[in-house]
C-alpha cells in the first residue's frame, strides 16, 4: 500500500504573515467600555458594520476604511 501514500509537508507557521488586528466581519471591542460586542448587521452597500457591546449596550458603526487605515 506505499504506492499511494501522500507524504505529509511541515508548514512553519512562523514564516507566515501577519493578519490585520481586525477584519471587516469580525467584531471589534466597544469604543465606550472595551467590552466585547458582537455584530447586528453589516450593510454591504456602504461597507460599515452595525456593532452592539454586551457590557454597556452603547452601539457604533465600523467602516472597512477604519479598519484598513488602522495601526497594527
Same mark, same amino acid.
Do not use: N, V
Given at each position: 500500500?506505499?504506492?499511494?501514500?501522500?507524504?505529509?509537508? =511541515?508548514?512553519? #507557521?512562523?514564516?507566515? &504573515? =501577519?493578519?490585520?488586528?481586525?477584519?471587516?466581519? #469580525? &467584531? *471589534?471591542? @466597544?469604543?465606550? @467600555? +472595551? +467590552?466585547? +460586542?458582537? !455584530?447586528? +448587521?453589516?450593510?454591504?452597500k456602504?461597507?460599515?458594520? !452595525?456593532?452592539?457591546c *454586551? /457590557? @454597556?449596550?452603547?452601539?457604533?458603526e *465600523?467602516?472597512? /476604511?477604519? !479598519?484598513? /487605515?488602522?495601526?497594527?
Amino acid at each position: 500500500m506505499g504506492f499511494f501514500a501522500r507524504k505529509q509537508d =511541515a508548514i512553519d #507557521l512562523r514564516d507566515a &504573515p =501577519a493578519k490585520p488586528a481586525h477584519e471587516f466581519g #469580525l &467584531p *471589534t471591542p @466597544c469604543p465606550h @467600555c +472595551g +467590552g466585547h +460586542g458582537y !455584530l447586528e +448587521g453589516i450593510d454591504m452597500k456602504r461597507r460599515i458594520m !452595525l456593532q452592539r457591546c *454586551t /457590557s @454597556c449596550y452603547a452601539k457604533w458603526e *465600523t467602516s472597512e /476604511s477604519d !479598519l484598513t /487605515s488602522r495601526p497594527g
